[in-house]
Structures are given as C-alpha cells and as structure tokens.
C-alpha cells in the first residue's frame, strides 16, 4: 500500500462543494482517486454521491472547491479531460428509438472517431452483438445497463465513472456488471469510480473507498484497511449448536453473542473469518451455513461513533 | 458539422417529425381538391366584387393563386407542426434522461445547443419548402398555369403579376416566409431550454403566437398601438412580395425586426442551456 504514494492521482476534488437553496448537497469533498483503483463512493441515498459525481462530469456547476483529472483542472479544460472520461449517471437513458448501434455510433462519435468494428466490439464485451440492430427501447434495465458500459468502453476513456450501476438490476446482471467493472480494471487497466449505497458491493468490487453522508466525506482509504478495522458479525448456522458454542467460548477472537435455533451470532476479529470456518469443521461441527452481518448502518454507526445521523 | 449530422438524424428518426409533413401533404390535397370541385364558386366570388369594372381573360384561378390562398393559412397551421419539434428538441433530452449522457461529453454545451439550434432552424425551413413545393407543384397539375391576380380587399386593390414573374416572387415569398417561421422555432427552442418537457413549449409556444395573433388583430386603438410590438404582426411580410411595387423598404424592416427576434431567443436559449444545473 505503500507503493501508492508515488501513483498518479486521477481525480482530486479540493473542497468541492453544491448548494441547492439553503441545503448542502456536497460540502467540502477532498477526494483523491488513483490510476488503477476501483474507487468505490458509498453512502446511502440522498449523501450526495450523485450530486458530487454531476459535478465531476460537469452536468452541474460546483459552489465552491475545484476538481482536477489527469492533473488538469476540469473547468479550464473541459475538453481534454471529457475525452478521456466516460460515465453513467443513474440510470443508463438512450435514445429509445434508435438501434443499440446507432446510439453507440452517436455517442461515440461526440469524443472520437469510431469504427464499426469497434462498435461491435464494445458490444461484444457486453454480451449484446446479437441485439446490436434491434431498437433499445425494446432492452430490460440489464441490457440498457450493460450497453451503458459498452458506450463507456468505445471511447476507450481512462477514467470510467457510474453513478449506482448495479441499481434495478436483479442478481444475475449485478453479477454480470461487477464482474465487467472489474475486468475493465485490471485486464482494460482503466480507473473506476463508482458510487454505492451497498456495503457488499464495496467488498466486492473495489479497492479504495470514501464515505458520505449529508454531504459530507466521513472516511477514505483502502477498503481492506477502513472495513478490516471493524470486527466483524456473522450469522453461522452449524449442527451441533451446543457443541459449537462450547468450542466457540474457548476462542479468545471470537465473541458469542446470540445461539438460538441451530444459529449462532458472534462478532470475529478483523482476518479471522476463514480460520473459524476452519475450526468448525476441523472439530466435526456441520457448518450449514455462514454469512456476514453487516450491514451500511452498523458501517455508519461505527465509523462515526455513533455521531453521524443518517 | 458532425453535431448537426447527428441532430438531423435524431430528428428524423422519429415519426414525430413525419406528422407535420403527412398532414401539411393532407391539408394542401384536400384543399386543392375541394378548391377544384368548387372553381366555379370560387372563382365567382373573387371576380364579383371587380367584374363590373373589369374584363378578364385567361386562367384566373391558377396554380399560382391556389399556393398564395394556401400560403395565407401558413401562420395557423404551420407553427403547430414547428413547434412540435422545435419545442421538443431540447427539453426531450432532459425527459428521455439522454442529455446527461450527451452534455458529458467533450464538446461543449455552446456547440451542442448551437446544433440543435441549426437543426431546427434546417426542419423549419424543409418543412415550409415542402409546403411550397406540394401547393405549386399539386396547384399547377390540378389548375394549371397564368397571371397572378391578387385582391387585397382591405386596401381596395388588385394586383396582376404577369405569368413569366410569378415564380421568382413565389420563390422570394416563401423565402420570407422561411424566415417568419424561424421566429416561430426559436421562440419553441427557447421554451424548450427551459422546460424539461415537452408539452410545455409546445402549448406555450402556440399561446404566445394565437394571443400574439388574436391582440394584432382586434379592431381596436388600444390594440392597434400594440401591434407594432407584437412579432406576428412582421410574420405575414411574404405577402408584400406579391404586391406591385414590391415594398422593399417594408420588406427590409420586417426581415430585420424577425431576425433580431432571432437572434434575442436564440442568446437567451443559449445562456440558459450553458448555465444549467442538470439535475434530471
């Protein structure tokens, strides 16, 4: 983690802040994105995520602070630095009347100029060639979702910012964008900012994060440092329960909390969640099932001891 | 260019567009038509209040007059199918969720709306010339060709152009006309940047003309003092190419009046879009 001082910075905002009337949408962010990273946003709706990545996009003019990208400051020089981002801000809207193709055509065409293998080729990636002539009004929320990524692939950008792009999708397409998101950036080497308002997909996806609430940037850094801090509380459900619960007592990184009906609630130390599952087996506990806790709340309460409404 | 390209192809892409010119074809068919099986009516009612006074031969109720009769409609019907999509052009990007896909974009927002602008301006302008060519084009088959005899009854007086100069006043006056609809299309374009739907400009727009219209025209002093302030009163200018003298000087101040209307909604349009929050 170290080696991260000497990366280059991507995207920094320096107090980026929005005012609507009297409220504060973002209030004095100071973020800090790094090539390579999958950067997660997280807070729950209304934090201001959307409202801080409009301003990163330029769909919405900043109160006050500044945001710079590849070293350049976005409002001087809007150009260079749109032509190498691409974005989806809340949901993925194309022109419903035109093909898959031809928004691709179009929307690729406004930052350079693009080929039609290419065009197919974005598609591809998204699992869309076979839909690539038929008009997109006639595409579910998935389909809309994963030509989104593909228009954000043609311009072949370098920093990809989504605004919740797992949002309305059901298990099979979240698991199908988490895996692209994350292929764009380790084998497309591209940067990744997205926003979040679930915990789990932080843990899955990314690799740096930042928190917001009512504005406010409450925590950044590594995913593994700001979630591994925490203890963490897991559901297991195990056969026998007395017996594991009298194995579980002599463990001094493990606290029971609650066993009832084959279930058992216990907090676990930050790196010891693979070594439980372990030592149940290793003792001829059944292990049924076994699944974390924790939920953006809990995250929220702890991190902000207790201070943070949300 | 390549903005423009793109703006025409949206347009035209959408069957929306196709109504104006699928009802314009409808209007103009069926008023020829009824105008054919009515020529003796009509042509008795345009000579009775001059035929006393004068002898005419030829073909009187010609090509020529069916287009300048239809022509007379044009500030009705027209700005209706205008605005349908000049008022739709901006503010359906902000419903259908699309301008934020468009405005993240590296070219700026003065580039994108300047386009749209344009295209406006380029389906105004082909959806007027489709008038002009389906009324001369339909009147000339249906009844043939000849002098223009125009009756301005307000004025008292008749106007004969001769046969040979008829098309190049048709061709300046549906210039003129071009232009008085662009006044119409920038003020929907206006509208269309502040709305963020499209009903809005569009009833809006055609308020503004129908009131505009409807204030110019009351026989009344007080109303009469309004009317040069009133954009529609300068929309008819096409007329005056039709009339002998053509009155230059009339034509000149109209064109500039419009035109400065232009160019006002069109900065207006433009500093709104540019400094626009998009929150939709």
Known sequence: MEAYSSKEVVLRTHGLSKKFGKRWAAKNLNLEVYRGDVFCFLGPNGAGKSTTIRMILTLLTPSAGSIEIFGMDLHKHRRAVL??????????????YLSAYKNLEILGSMTRRVQKDEIMEALEVVGLTSRAFEKVKTFSHGMKQRLGIAQALLTKPQLIILDEPTTGLDPQGMKEVRGLIKKLASEGGMTVFLSSHL????ELVATRMAVINRGELIAQGFVSELLGKESMEYSVQVSPLDSAVELLAKLTWVEVLAAEDGKIELRVEPGHASELNRFLVSNQIEVLSF???????????????????? | MKLFRFETYKIFSRWRTYISFGFIALIV????????????????????????????????????????????????????????VAGDIVSNEATSGTVRLLLIRPPSRSKIITAKYLTTLFYTTGLVIFLGLICITLGLLLFGNGDLIMN?????????????EVPLRMLLAFTAAVWSMTVVASLAFLFSTLAENSIGPIIGTMAVVI????????????????????????????????????PWQEIAKSAVILGLHNTGLFLIAFIVFNRKDITS
């Open chain 1, 83 to 96: 032509s190498q981002v691409c974005g989806i801000v809340e949901k993925p809207d194309f022109y419903l």
């Open chain 1, 199 to 202: 915990l789990s997909e932080v």
């Open chain 1, 291 to 310: 699944y974390p806790h924790r939920t953006l709340e809990d995250f929220f309460l702890k991190i902000t001891e207790g201070t943070s409404e949300i």
């Open chain 2, 29 to 84: 068919i069926m008023t020829e038509v009824v105008m054919k099986l009515s020529a003796h009516e009509i042509l008795y009612r345009m000579m009775r209040s001059f035929q006393k006074d004068f002898l005419i031969f030829g073909n009187v109720l010609n090509g020529w007059f069916i287009t300048a009769f239809i022509m007379n409609s044009l500030h009705i019907h027209i700005p209706f199918f205008i605005t349908l």
């Open chain 2, 152 to 164: 301005y009854q307000t004025k008292f007086r008749i106007v004969f152009i001769p046969q040979a």
């Open chain 2, 211 to 246: 009131v505009f219209l409807v204030v110019g025209n009351f026989p009344f002093d007080f109303f009469r003092m309004l009317s040069p302030y009133l954009f529609t009163t300068y929309m008819v200018f096409w007329q005056r190419f039709l009339d002998d003298p053509i």
